[in-house]
């Protein structure tokens, strides 16, 4: 059965570092691609990158120079480094997969059909 398991939000203070990890469970043990996300109540879903079936990764370029996406098929989890947090990043974190294979696609072109539940990120200044 499909499913897709975020941890590692919590508070930090601005400038503080996190890493999410994202558990997942695939049919044919791995999607074609996935992807991180991020939402607060007042601004839409927001794409920060993905990562293709062949391991390519390509980040938004509002995020490349502080996050930084990392996938580990052994152990079946994506990761999100965050680093140099601002209030602004915070946010609930998602991650998304997709069957097909998202080749050089961004993140905001993949049509995602799993979601996780997310995790809460807050930094505090």
């Known amino acids: 059965q499909e499913y897709l398991l975020e941890s590692g939000g919590g508070s930090v203070t601005t400038g503080g570092s996190l890493i999410l990890s994202c558990e997942y469970a695939?049919?044919?043990?791995?999607?074609?691609?996935m992807g991180w996300f991020r939402q607060t109540p007042a601004k839409e879903l927001e794409g920060l990158g993905r990562?293709?079936?062949?391991?390519?990764?390509k980040h938004a370029d509002s995020v490349r120079d502080r996050f930084t996406i990392s996938r580990n098929k052994d152990i079946h989890e994506m990761f999100l480094r965050l680093r140099d947090l601002r209030p602004e990043d915070s946010a609930m974190y998602y991650c998304?997969?997709?069957?097909?294979?998202?080749?050089?696609?961004?993140?905001?072109?993949?049509?995602?059909?799993?979601w996780g539940q997310g995790t809460q990120v807050t930094v505090v200044s």
């Open positions: 998304a997969a997709a069957w097909a294979d998202c080749g050089r696609l961004s993140v905001d072109q993949v049509d995602f059909s799993y």
């Open positions: 695939a049919l044919n043990d791995t999607y074609g691609c």
């Open positions: 990562v293709s079936t062949r391991d390519y990764i």
